[in-house]
C-alpha cells in the first residue's frame, strides 16, 4: 500500500503531452469499444434533447439543463480512463482527480481512489479519499473510505477523527449497527492497545448517551479484551449495564471474559441472564461451561434452557452432545431425537448440525450392537464436512465385524487434499486398529508415519502408548 504512484500535470495536456504512450495513442482511436463503460461518468445531468408528451400527442420542449461537463472535461475524463486501461495509472489518476476536484462529482472521486488502490499505492488513494471528503463533508462513503484506507495504512491515531465522524453521519437506525462494525474494522491492527484508545477517545461523545452508551462501552469492552486489559474491560461491561440492564451487548462481552477466566465475569453473567429471556445467551454461558470442562453446569444450564424454551432446537442438540461426552446415552439419544423432531430435516442449512445428530445417534446404536440402526443413520447425512467422521464410523463398524481389511480400505479411500486430512486419516486408521487390539499393525503404521516425520512429538507420544500396552 506503501508504493509509489506516478503521476502527471493535467497543464501539460494543451501542449500534446496528455496522451503519454503510443499504446494510448492507438487506443485513442478505437475508444468506441470503451464508450458504454465511460457514460455513466459523462452522463452528470439529463440530456438537453430530452422531450415531453401532451395528451394529445403536441411535442413539449423540457427545460434544457446543460451537462457541467466541457468537451475540454470530458477529453480529459477519457484520457484518465484510456491510460489506466493502457497501463499508464499515475497518468489516469491524475487526470480523473483533476476532473473530480473541478466537477465535485462522487463518481470520480471513487474511481480516483479505486485507481490508486488497484496500483497499491495508499498514499495516493489516501490523498483522492480526502479530495473526496472535502468536496462532499456530509457523505458517510467518502469518510469511510479515508477511515479504511487510514487502518490499511496502519496509522491507527489518525483515524480517531474518521471514526467519530462515521458514527455522526451513520442515520439513527443504523448507528448501533455501526458502533458494532467497530472492533471488525481494527481487527488487523497489530497494535491493539492504542487502537483501543483511539476507539475510546472517538467515542467519548456517545458514552453517556442512553441509545449509544451501552454499544459503546461494550466496543470499548471488546477492544480492551483484544489488548489484554481483561480488568478494564470488565469494567467496561458494567458501565454498559449500568446503564441499561436489559442490554444483551455487556453480557457477550462478560461471556468472553469468562472464557477468559475473568474472576467478577461468571457472577455477573449469571446474575445479568436472569432478566434477559433471549436463549442464545444461555446457550453462550453452557458452551463456555463446556469449554472450561465443567459438564454437569452445562447439563444443567441446556436443561433450564430446554425447559424454558423447548421449541429452541440448538438447546437439544448441545444437550445430547454433552449427555454423550458424559456417559449417558439414553438420555443423549432422547435429546437428539427431540432436536430432529424440531428441525426441518431437508433445510439444507442445517446439514452440519443434522450431521452431528446423525453421527451421534449412529454411534449410541453402534455400540449397542445394532449396526444395521447405525447405518440407517449414517446414509441420512449429507454434509460434504462429514464424509470422514462418516466413514471413520462405518470402519468402526467394519472392524467390530472382523472386517479390518475392509475398514481400513474404507479409511485409506478418503481424500487427501492437505496435511490436516493426512493427520486425520493416519490417526483415524491408528485408533481403528488399538480399540480393536491390533497394536502390532498400529505400532508399524506409526513407525512409518514416523520415518517421514521423524520429530512428531504427537507421533511419538501415540507410538509410545502403543509400546507401553505391547509391553516393549
Known amino acids: 500500500m506503501h508504493h509509489a504512484l506516478p503521476t502527471t500535470s493535467v497543464s501539460s495536456l494543451g501542449r500534446g503531452q496528455g496522451i503519454a504512450s503510443p499504446r494510448v495513442r492507438t487506443w485513442f482511436y478505437r475508444f468506441g469499444a470503451l464508450l458504454p463503460a465511460l457514460l455513466p461518468l459523462f452522463m452528470l445531468a439529463p440530456p438537453a434533447w430530452s422531450q415531453g408528451t401532451t395528451a394529445v400527442g403536441t411535442a413539449v420542449r423540457e427545460p434544457v439543463n446543460n451537462s457541467p461537463l466541457s468537451a475540454e472535461l470530458m477529453f480529459q475524463i477519457l484520457l484518465g480512463e484510456l491510460n489506466t486501461y493502457q497501463g499508464e495509472p499515475g497518468v489516469g489518476y491524475s487526470l480523473l482527480l483533476d476532473a ?105 461523545p456517545f458514552q453517556s448517551r442512553t441509545d449509544t452508551g451501552p454499544i459503546s462501552w461494550t466496543v470499548i469492552g471488546h477492544m480492551r479484551l483484544l489488548a489484554g486489559d481483561l480488568d478494564g474491560s470488565f469494567q467496561a461491561a458494567q458501565r454498559s449495564l449500568a446503564l441499561d440492564n436489559s442490554s444483551p451487548a455487556p453480557v457477550w462481552l462478560g461471556l468472553e471474559l469468562m472464557s477468559q477466566r475473568h474472576p467478577g465475569a461468571e457472577a455477573m453473567v449469571t446474575s445479568a441472564l436472569d432478566k434477559h429471556p433471549q436463549p442464545d445467551l444461555r446457550l453462550g454461558l453452557a458452551r463456555v461451561l463446556i469449554e472450561q470442562l465443567r459438564l454437569d453446569e452445562a447439563t444443567l444450564q441446556l436443561t433450564r434452557l430446554s425447559q424454558q424454551q423447548p421449541d429452541f432446537s440448538p438447546a437439544w442438540l448441545l444437550l445430547g452432545s454433552v449427555l454423550a461426552e458424559k456417559g449417558e446415552a439414553p438420555a443423549a439419544e432422547a435429546a437428539w ?24 445417534l449412529a454411534q449410541i446404536a453402534s455400540r449397542r450392537g445394532d449396526d444395521a440402526v447405525a447405518e440407517s443413520w449414517l446414509s441420512r447425512i449429507d454434509d460434504p464436512r462429514s464424509l470422514a467422521r462418516v466413514q471413520i464410523q462405518r470402519a468402526s463398524i467394519l472392524a467390530r465385524q472382523g472386517k479390518m481389511p475392509q475398514a481400513r480400505q474404507l479409511i485409506a479411500d478418503l481424500p487427501e487434499r492437505n496435511p490436516s486430512e493426512r493427520r486425520t486419516k493416519l490417526l483415524a486408521e491408528v485408533q481403528l486398529l488399538r480399540d480393536n487390539q491390533a497394536l502390532e499393525a498400529a505400532y508399524d503404521r506409526l513407525t512409518q508415519a514416523l520415518t517421514r516425520e521423524p520429530n512428531d512429538a504427537e507421533l511419538q507420544y501415540e507410538q509410545a502408548m502403543v509400546a507401553e500396552k505391547m509391553n516393549l
Open 337 to 360: 431425537k427431540r432436536y430432529l423432531g424440531i428441525v426441518d430435516v431437508r433445510d439444507t442449512k442445517l446439514q452440519r448440525e443434522l450431521a452431528q445428530a446423525y453421527l451421534g
Open 100 to 204: 473530480a476536484r473541478r466537477t465535485g462529482d462522487a463518481r470520480l472521486f471513487q474511481r480516483a481512489v479505486d485507481i490508486a488502490l488497484q496500483s497499491r499505492s495508499g498514499d495516493a488513494a489516501l490523498e483522492a479519499a480526502n479530495a473526496w471528503r472535502q468536496a462532499h463533508p456530509q457523505s458517510r462513503e467518502a469518510n469511510r473510505h479515508v477511515l479504511q484506507i487510514l487502518l490499511a495504512l496502519n496509522r491507527v491515531a489518525d483515524t480517531l477523527i474518521p471514526l467519530r465522524t462515521d458514527i455522526n453521519l451513520a442515520p439513527a437506525n443504523e448507528r448501533a449497527s455501526a458502533l458494532v462494525s467497530i472492533p471488525g474494522l481494527y481487527a488487523r491492527v497489530t497494535n491493539k492497545k492504542q487502537a483501543a484508545q483511539v476507539i475510546e477517545q472517538a467515542l467519548a
